[in-house]
C-alpha cells in the first residue's frame, strides 16, 4: 500500500496538499518569508504524529468497549541544529472514562499500531505522557 499526497504551488510559498479528497494549505509564517495560509511542514509532521496516535487511541479504547471522553493530546516537537531537525516529540495524552493506569495500557497500545510513530521512532525519541 502507498499513499500518495499531491501539491499545488501557489503564490509565494503557499501550497495547496490534495489528500484523498481532502485540501490542506501548506505555507510558511510570515516572519520566514511566507504569507501564513497554513501550518508548515514539520507543523504537518507533528500534527500527523497526534493524528494518527489518536486514531489508534480511540480504536484500542472501542475494541475494548472503554469509553473514553475529552480526550486531549498535546504534541510537541524540540528542534535542534543546523540545518533544524526535531529531536523530541511528546505527545501529553488526558482522557476521561477510564483510570490512569488503563489509559496507559490504552496508550501503550496506540503507540504499537500508529504509523507515524513506528516510523519516526527510527529516528528520534517519541515520549507519551498521560495526565
Not at 480511540?58 to 541544529?81: C, F, H, K, T, W
Amino acid at each position: 500500500m502507498a499513499i500518495t499526497i499531491n501539491l499545488e504551488g501557489l503564490e509565494s510559498s503557499a501550497g495547496s496538499l490534495q489528500i484523498r479528497q481532502h485540501r490542506v494549505l501548506v505555507d510558511r509564517p510570515e516572519e520566514k518569508g511566507g504569507t501564513d495560509r497554513g501550518p508548515m511542514g514539520g507543523e504537518y509532521l507533528v500534527a500527523g504524529l497526534a493524528g494518527c496516535f489518536y486514531s489508534n487511541l480511540v480504536a484500542a479504547a472501542e475494541a475494548r468497549a472503554i469509553d473514553l471522553s475529552n480526550i486531549r493530546i498535546q504534541a510537541s516537537g524540540e528542534l535542534d541544529g543546523m540545518p533544524a531537525k526535531f529531536t523530541s516529540i511528546k505527545l501529553t495524552v488526558n482522557a476521561q472514562g477510564c483510570e490512569h493506569g488503563l489509559l496507559e495500557k490504552l496508550c501503550q497500545l496506540a503507540e504499537k499500531g500508529c504509523i507515524v510513530a513506528n516510523t519516526l521512532k527510527t529516528a528520534l525519541s517519541i515520549e507519551i505522557a498521560v495526565v
